[in-house]
């Protein structure tokens, strides 16, 4: 990885996981992960402790997620 160099864009390629944590590191208040392990099992961890919280922001992740997703039609 150390060939790699992160541009800090919006990619349309997918990414290997070690590279969006590491990427993160250093730069995040609170984190929320959510994913499929290497079984296909579901993983989920959230550094907050308050239920209410993880979901708010979920949800405005999942509204930048569609207004992204509206920009990229109107291109």
């Known amino acids: 990885m150390s060939n790699v160099i992160p541009l800090g864009k919006v990619t349309h390629l997918d990414l290997s996981p070690d590279q969006v944590l590491h990427g993160a590191m250093g730069e995040l208040s609170?984190?929320?992960i959510m994913a499929w392990d290497k079984d296909g099992d579901l993983y989920f961890a959230s550094t907050m402790s308050d239920g209410g919280e993880v979901?708010?922001?979920?949800e405005q992740c999942k509204k930048r997620l569609?207004?992204?997703a509206k920009e990229e039609e109107k291109r």
């Open 30 to 32: 609170a984190l929320v």
């Open 55 to 58: 979901l708010w922001l979920m």
């Open 66 to 68: 569609l207004e992204s």
